[in-house]
């Protein structure tokens, strides 16, 4: 234990020497909450199958209950029931567009952690940082329970619980619990908890920030408290199915799913449940009384419970549905909350896009049009009307616009054009548009992984702490 | 001739002083003297030094002060101020921050709000630090440079670690002009 702690010390110490700008320190908000004792029990796994590349090296870490895909390089570093995926790094020769430049990458792309601590973090996509095109860095960074770094270098900062950076490279920065960031490039920045930003210099600014005193009934994480709030009692609950499906070594689904699409066996899934065609079910992602239709997917940490989600539905990672039906071509952003009740049905049209960390919570049903964009926190129709817009009127904004505390500055059109890009993206990524040869996706990839387990040293001076490991092909 | 600091000073005596601890309304009545005319332009010093039990300067309120602490502090007039940190154009923000003025009728009060006029100086004075104080021998030049780059429109002057006067920014901006023209012509 005593190597963990020193490491621990080690990597606190590095964090606050770069956010000693913002004269913030990291040690009151961790000291109490890292499970030293839990981070002996578990064991580390990594996937290994003809579609992903592979090469892992893991160095005077330790890694309880984490899982690895792709290449990823890992020192000095505490991870705890992380998912390090690089399934989506680039690859030598591919071309990477910046602002009108082709880019080529030299190498493979690896993830490259060093000096940090990342619980219940899930990081994934690639680097976008031009600078960095072949290393998608976390260096002197802590991350607290189910934070995203989603193709987001970082070095120096500290994300809160339920916090998501996205395509973005963060230096020195503060990212609170519930905040989401896609800003290209952010540097000695605290940002409030329940901000949403998402900017494109020179093409649009938005942002909304979710009410304090309202946000802290479902996310509550400051200096000596730990994470409290809705959101973890509800992935509390429902804490126990998981630990059977990693306790078991071989695990059959009972569930029937096509050829094409794929649940993965580090998914917990309570009948009934229906997989459609192409669809994507992701390691650590729930389901319960579930209708997935052709081509939607259910990434990491999502939960759907009780809903039925018509087809091509992008479920972002973290994001949770309960008692909702959701048209096709619904986006819903990472770690929203979406929940309706038995008496009081969520109604999601189709195309309709929920921004990345949007609240609803409703006690009477609600439906919301077809094609709305929809963000904040709702509780009413009333709220609905606050925050939200038909994406057709939208596009149309060009200059300033404001409703209520959400700010927009740029071209509407673009704003949209990019989230539509990305959505079908992500859903050729996940293999949604898979013609029985053509357009594979994660969603037929990953029926071809096998498991591997890896475990710490159980006694003596390096207790806890995985011994140095290189895996290649 | 070549100016030094002592020269150019105002002598602290001609400046108006309160306590710590004193209210807004206090700095204000201190601030205008019952004999100033607006309509031809003659303003006094516009500084109200702030000082504690044993008479030290600690603090001092300038007009921009003064200012900033009648700004609105609601939770929406934050949120449109920060903007500013996280990339929205100055011209949106202004326009966000006049549809709020017209939008609450609160503000429209601020002027009598007993909240702002009893707001303790500590509050929204401006605390001193080390470069807001310059020697009373230091030269023109250098007076000249520090305020430029400090971006100080006044400093304390001090004699040992006494403060004596106050250099003010149109003072020095008047000797550099005579300076030039001394020279060139």
């Known amino acids: 234990m005593k190597s963990i702690q020193k490491l621990y010390d080690r990597i606190v110490q590095r964090a606050n020497i770069n956010l000693r700008e913002l004269e913030f320190d990291v040690n009151p908000y961790v000291q109490n909450f890292i499970p030293f004792e839990q981070m002996i029990k578990f064991y580390a796994f990594f996937g290994i199958s003809p579609h992903h590349r592979l090469n892992f090296q893991f160095k005077q870490s330790n890694l309880a209950g984490s899982y690895f895909l792709g290449q990823c390089k890992i020192t000095n570093s505490l991870l705890y029931k992380s998912d390090i995926r690089g399934d989506e790094l680039k690859k030598e020769g591919d071309l990477f567009q910046y602002q009108g430049f082709e880019i080529p990458v030299s190498r493979d792309e690896e993830i490259d952690i060093t000096d940090s601590l990342l619980i219940k973090t899930l990081v994934h996509n690639f680097s976008h940082d031009p600078e960095t095109l072949e290393e998608f860095f976390i260096k002197d960074t802590i991350s607290m329970n189910y934070a995203n770094i989603h193709g987001a270098p970082s070095d120096g900062c500290f994300l809160g619980a339920f916090a998501t950076v996205d395509l973005t490279t963060m230096r020195d920065s503060v990212i609170g619990n519930f905040a989401y960031v896609q800003a290209g490039e952010i540097s000695h920045l605290d940002i409030a908890p329940g901000t949403v930003w998402v900017r494109v210099p020179g093409e649009f600014n938005f942002m909304y920030t979710h009410p304090q005193d309202e946000l802290k009934h479902y996310i509550y994480f400051t200096a000596g408290i730990a994470p409290q709030g809705q959101l973890i009692d509800f992935v509390e609950d429902r804490k126990e199915a998981f630990q059977r499906v990693f306790d078991v070594v071989n695990i059959e689904h009972s569930i029937p799913v096509p050829n094409s699409a794929s649940l993965d066996r580090y998914a917990v899934s309570k009948p009934p449940i229906h997989i459609g065609e192409n669809v994507l079910v992701s390691q650590r992602a729930f389901l319960q009384n579930a209708w997935l239709g052709k081509g939607a997917n259910a990434q990491e940490n999502c939960y759907i419970i009780n809903s039925r989600l018509e087809g091509c539905n992008v479920t972002a990672h973290g994001a949770k549905i309960i008692e909702a039906d959701m048209g096709t071509n619904v986006f819903v952003g990472f770690n929203s909350f979406l929940k309706g009740g038995p008496d009081s049905r969520l109604n999601i049209g189709k195309d309709c896009i929920v921004m990345p960390h949007t609240i609803i919570d409703i006690k009477e049903p609600l439906e919301i049009p077809e094609g709305h964009l929809v963000w904040g926190m709702i509780k009413s129709e009333k709220d609905l009307k606050r925050h939200s817009i038909a994406i057709e009127d939208f596009t149309k904004i060009d200059g300033g616009f404001s409703m209520g505390n959400m700010f927009f500055e740029g071209d509407g059109a673009s704003f949209i054009g990019g989230f539509k890009e990305r959505i079908h993206h992500i859903l050729e990524a996940n293999g949604a548009f898979f013609n029985g040869g053509d357009k594979k996706g994660h969603a037929q990839k990953n029926q071809y992984i096998s498991f591997n387990t890896l475990q710490p040293y159980p006694e003596g001076p390096k207790k806890g702490l995985y011994p140095t490991i290189v895996i290649k092909p | ?185």
Do not use: C
Request: proline share 3%; net charge negative; aromatic share 6%.
């Open chain 2, 1 to 185: 001739m070549n100016y030094i600091v002592k020269d150019l000073m105002v002598p602290i005596s001609d400046y108006a002083t309160i306590s710590e601890g004193s209210t807004f309304l206090d700095a204000l009545l201190a601030l205008e003297p019952p004999n100033v005319d607006l309509g031809a332009r003659i303003h006094p010093h516009w500084i109200v030094l702030v000082l504690d039990s044993n008479e030290k300067v600690v603090g001092k309120l300038s007009q921009i002060n003064m200012l900033r602490a009648l700004e609105p502090t609601t939770e929406d007039v934050k949120n449109i101020d920060k903007l500013s940190r996280f990339g929205f154009g100055a011209h949106f923000i202004t326009q966000l921050r006049e549809n709020l003025r017209l939008d609450d009728t609160s503000i429209e009060s601020m002027y009598t709000s007993s909240e702002i006029l009893q707001m303790k100086v500590e509050d929204f004075m401006k605390e001193l630090a080390d470069n807001d104080f310059i020697d009373e021998n230091t030269s023109l030049a250098t007076a000249a440079h520090q305020m430029s780059v400090r971006k100080r429109l006044s400093m304390l002057v001090t004699r040992e670690k006494e403060v004596i006067g106050i250099l003010k920014l149109s003072d020095v901006f008047t000797a550099v002009i005579h300076a030039i023209k001394s020279t060139t012509g």
